[in-house]
């Protein structure tokens, strides 16, 4: 992949997005890969494919989803990319149900990047590559970091399309959680964009308002500092 393309991409993905469905089919370009899908997985979001290349993709989504193993499981469980680079070799003991199941006359390697928010678990994307293919650490670098960003827009559409976002806010309830943002920032030592969709993903979360988790941000009953699994809640 050119630096240049991924530097765009990155840029794109930085911005809001208004949709997410068109993100597969661009990460076919970036990625020496026949077929990927961005899907929400676990509590928080359900399981949904958002995007999908084709229908391979999908159907490997659905495969997961239904047998509920599978490298976007183990990526999202463990907050780390899972790379399968060649099925042929893969062990018996890993994903005994999903294995047999794979279409091996089109799918030789699977690969999966968890999205995460802070501590919120998003879903994952899952790319595959018709034959064995190998992943170059940069590119499981650029991978990763992709999947950040999109888990980033995936939260942003699922906040703005909830009731409780489309309710104004007093300009009070703004102050205090502009308060509380800088104490996030401060804890996690990021961005107050970053600071911010944090506190929303708590929020959406945990079914509070913004204002309540900023008073509790603001009172010290919460806060957030980064763990080995990324960022955590601690209270």
């Known amino acids: 992949m050119a630096r240049d393309a991924f530097d765009a991409a ?9 949709s997410v469905e068109g993100v597969a089919d661009s990460l076919i370009d970036l990625f020496p890969v026949s077929g990927a899908t961005v ?14 290349s084709n229908e391979v993709a999908a159907r490997l989504d ?3 989803f239904d047998l509920g193993e599978g490298p976007c499981w183990d990526s999202l469980t463990t907050g780390r990319p899972v790379l399968a680079p060649n099925l042929r070799e893969l062990p018996e003991t890993r994903w005994p149900v999903f294995a047999p199941a794979i279409p091996r006359d089109q799918v030789g390697a699977l690969f999966a ?11 994952a994307i899952d ?5 064995p293919t190998t992943f170059a650490p940069l590119q499981t670098r650029q991978a990763a970091r992709i999947a950040t960003l999109v ?6 559409l ?7 976002e489309a309710q104004p806010e007093s300009k009070h309830s703004r102050r205090r959680v502009h308060q509380a ?27 509070q308002s913004m204002m309540s988790v900023a008073e509790e941000v603001l009172a010290g009953r919460l806060a957030f500092h980064s763990g080995p699994s990324g960022i955590e809640e601690r209270r």
């Open 181 to 207: 943002t800088g104490m996030v920032l401060a804890q996690l030592e990021t961005t107050a964009e970053e600071a911010v969709l944090v506190m929303q993903g708590h929020a959406f979360a945990t079914g």
């Open 39 to 52: 899907s929400t997985l676990g509590e928080l979001l359900g399981n949904q494919t958002l995007s999908a």
């Open 62 to 64: 659905e495969l997961q």
């Open 151 to 156: 888990g980033r827009n995936v939260l942003r």
């Open 113 to 123: 990047f968890p999205m995460l928010v802070g501590p919120l678990q998003i879903g």
């Open 127 to 131: 790319l595959y590559a018709a034959a």
């Open 10 to 18: 990155v840029q794109t993905l930085q911005a809001p997005l208004d």
């Open 158 to 164: 699922a906040l703005a399309s909830s009731t409780e």
